[in-house]
């Protein structure tokens, strides 16, 4: 893609908000527009890059740790482009289904895992849970636990979409003994930053709305969580690789939680 080549139904005139994660986290399925809009960002909060890199991180933690501890169904909402540290590249034994609505995602991630063993790519949109988890159903069994990972996403979801409403549907959905791995960007020790980011994002595929740490709290009601509770995403069971040079402060939240019965 960085040939600034398209496939039907792709864009390369409207940043995307996949490619540019993308970018942030080096990879090359990205278009000139994207990075342009990227580097926005980047020039605003130099820092967006290596939090990508953690929230990546941090996800390939929180599903090794969920597969040792016995999960082998992982449904990733909002999965992304397929690139470097993707769920099926960390784990073992477990079955995958990746579901997006951006037609780049799909096109991509159909064509690099269309053959990959346990994995299944389907087209679907976080703000319909029931039509999500029905289909996911099919590939899935919903009588034993699942790990529903929702991770660089929610922020994407706009006041008027309801998220927190979106998330409980989904809670309630999720098998018991299933658990959530859940991340935000939040804006508590930037906000005039978070507001400059927004409006690069204004002209995007998906407009961009940072939420305090309150908030992301509401969003795991219902939920216990795991140790250590609501942390930055590099604080997370942090390991050897994790990077620390960033600078303390709400950022990009994060945290895995159970449903119990």
Known sequence: MSSERTV???SAAVPNVARMYDYYLGGKDNFEVDRHAAEKVLAIIPEVRGDARNSRAFLQRAV???RQSGVDQFLDIGSGLP?????????????????DNDPVVLTHSRALLGHSSGVTVQEGDLREPEKVMARAAEVLDFERPVALLVVSLMHFVTDEEDPAGIIRRYRDLLPTGGYLVLTHVAPDTMPQKADKVSSVYQNASSPFTPRRRDVFEGFLEGFELLEPGIVNTRDWRPDATTDRSLVKGDYHLCAVGAKRP
């Open 8 to 10: 039907p139904g792709v």
């Open 64 to 66: 090794r740790h969920l």
């Open 83 to 99: 690139t470097a540290g993707h769920v099926h590249e960390v784990i073992d034994g477990a079955k995958i289904v990746y579901v």
